[in-house]
């Protein structure tokens, strides 16, 4: 049954003045509405489906012309909603759009809550829920890469998997009732040696699926990257090199840094967050000790750390002390300022540091930035960014679902390997079952999916 108990619209293109804007309307009623909006050279029922249309938007009471725009009629079920879909192409002004989407609503329509379009193509069976997940995270995708994870999971790929373990299980259930109810045919040993290989197998499936989850998170939601170091090291300077762009102000003076300053960058097909951080050191000055404070934190909750030190300079103790606090964290150590040292200071500072991850690195020469790409991708995704044929897990929700499922057919590896009846470990493979079908939105409840929608922008 589809989910039309009303029309929505909204607007479809982000906030803001551009060359164009879209409203999107989605129900029973949007051609209706449209027509009495719409003035073209033919009549708005005259046009054909899935045409682009010339023509003008009209408030009928006042006779006043909004805009002139493109229209776009599609009728069901060939729609994104699988409902009759209208959006117009208007001129992207913040005003016009806003008169445009007056008139829709005065007409009838109801303003969409966020991410209902995507919630109607769920409901009506055009997508499945993790389907639905990867609308989101394309339109927040940062690279090539997770951009393309986002796709894969779009076109299904993940759920392929997920349905065809989950089909096995009911299936494997199916087998179990069959043997409980008709227990004079004695093949309960052969049913339950068939269950216990058939789940293992489905176990395994679902194990290599997760293996995959950090690169495929990181691909997703990138890392948190924090540069530290004493004061006058660089780091401003590097966050300037990394993003292209003077977000930090650079001064011999040290101490010029007060706050946390950051950005996004892609560093070698990985989302970072670059944060440049004030100076680690003791001081008296109120404001830099609010900043060192705030660096303390940014360096508790960051995936890596990158510790510039002036090669100029050397190795000092409040170096040392910043060591020994990251040294718990993954941690790229950086030696700027090469150019204005020689080879044998270098190596002399490089002995001390020990083993560590060193890269040199002369921002004023443009030495040694891609090798901090290249050793971030190596320290995070082994060397290897590309997706290739992975089938990845980038959601969160998704990975503690599936490792529920795959508990919940150990506890029936268990019973089973414990000698428990049949109906008994038939419980456990419901279970996991019931976990996939939350992944794909065939067993899940509506706060979840209240939940899952909600993050969605108005307009998807």
Do not use: W
Request: proline residues 2%; glycine residues 8%.
């Amino acid at each position: 049954m589809l989910y039309n108990e009303d029309t929505i619209t909204a607007i479809s293109t982000p906030h803001g003045n551009g060359g164009i804007g879209i409203i999107r309307l989605s129900g029973e009623r949007a051609f209706e509405i449209s027509e009495g909006i719409f003035q073209g050279k033919k009549d708005f029922d005259k046009v054909k489906t899935h045409t682009i249309n010339y023509g003008k938007i009209i408030d009928s009471s006042t006779g006043e012309v909004l805009d002139e725009v493109l229209i776009s009629k599609m009728c069901k079920p060939n729609t994104f909603t699988r409902e009759d879909v209208v959006e117009i192409n208007c001129h992207g002004g913040t005003v016009v759009l806003k008169n445009i989407l007056e008139l829709i609503l005065k007409k009838g329509a109801r303003l969409a809550e966020p991410g209902e379009f995507t919630k109607r193509a769920f409901l009506n069976g055009r997508i499945d829920l993790s389907q639905a997940e990867a609308v989101i995270d394309l339109i927040n995708a940062k690279t090539n890469e997770s951009s393309k994870a986002a796709v894969d999971q779009l076109e299904g790929k993940l759920s392929v998997k997920l349905k065809e373990a989950r089909s096995k299980l009911i299936e494997l259930i199916a087998h179990i009732e069959v043997t409980v109810d008709y227990p004079e045919h004695d093949i309960e040993e052969i049913t339950g040696q068939k269950i216990y290989t058939e789940i293992k197998d489905i176990k395994e499936k679902l194990s290599s699926i997760i293996e995959g989850f950090e690169k495929g998170r990181i691909i997703r939601e990138g890392i948190n990257a924090v540069i530290v170091g004493r004061p006058n090291v660089g780091k401003s300077s590097l966050l300037n090199e990394l993003t292209g762009k003077s977000r930090a102000i650079v001064t011999d003076i040290p101490g010029t840094t007060r706050d946390i300053i950051e950005d996004y960058i892609n560093l070698n097909g990985v989302p970072v967050r670059i944060i440049d951080t004030a100076g680690i050191r003791e001081t008296e000055d109120v404001v830099e000790k609010i900043g060192v404070e705030k660096t303390h934190k940014e360096v508790d909750s960051a995936d890596l750390i990158i510790m510039m030190i002036d090669a100029d300079q050397g190795v000092n103790q409040e170096d040392i002390d910043i060591l020994n606090k990251i040294k718990e964290k993954k941690a790229i150590i950086i030696l700027n300022k090469i150019d204005m040292v020689s080879e044998d200071k270098i190596l002399d500072i490089e002995n001390k540091l020990g083993n560590k991850n060193v890269i040199r690195m002369s921002l004023k020469e443009d030495v040694g930035t891609a090798d901090l790409g290249n050793a971030v991708v190596e320290l995070f995704m082994k060397g290897e960014v590309s997706i290739n044929n992975e089938v990845l897990i980038t959601n969160i929700r998704h990975k503690n679902l599936i490792d529920k499922a795959i508990e919940s057919i150990d506890f029936a590896i268990g019973a089973h390997e414990s000698g428990m009846p049949l109906d008994m470990i038939t419980i456990d493979i419901v279970n996991s079952a019931q976990y996939l079908g939350e992944i794909t939105g065939e067993s899940v409840s509506e706060d979840v999916m209240h939940e899952i929608f909600s993050r969605f922008c108005l307009g998807k």
